[in-house]
């Protein structure tokens, strides 16, 4: 968390893990007996702001992977598509060699709706 609030890391996830965890977080509060509103509280206070949230319904689905996620369990196919994104996109990123935490970008993001 402290490489995210400092900018070392960027963290992205699918918009579907945006509009599911609020669901998921009184469930999860119930089972830890935490209180549920301190937890929707960090949520929204402590994640949200440090998360990218993108949307890779645009994506086609290329891989083998992809097709496979989605008859094991479609709810993660997002995250999956947005995963090999991501990693297309950093493989053709090379490490700026004058620094070791700068990357140049070579290309745009391959969906420029993503970021909101």
């Known amino acids: 968390m402290r490489a995210a609030q400092t900018g070392i890391v960027r963290l992205y ?13 009184p469930l999860k ?26 949307d890779p319904e645009g994506l086609r689905m290329l891989s083998q992977e992809m097709t496979t996620l989605r008859m094991r ?8 598509q947005l ?6 996109v950093s493989a053709q990123t090379p490490l700026d ?3 070791p935490f700068r990357y140049r970008f070579v290309r745009e993001p391959l969906v420029s709706s993503w970021f909101f």
Do not use: N
């Open 13 to 25: 996830a699918s918009t579907t893990v945006r509009d599911e965890v609020p669901e998921k977080i």
């Open 73 to 80: 369990d479609p709810d993660d196919v997002p995250t999956g």
């Open 83 to 88: 995963a090999a994104a991501v990693l297309a």
């Open 97 to 99: 060699l004058q620094s």
């Open 29 to 54: 509060c119930h089972e830890l007996h935490f209180d549920k509103d301190v937890g929707m509280a960090v949520w929204e206070q402590v994640y949200v702001p440090l998360i990218t949230f993108l």
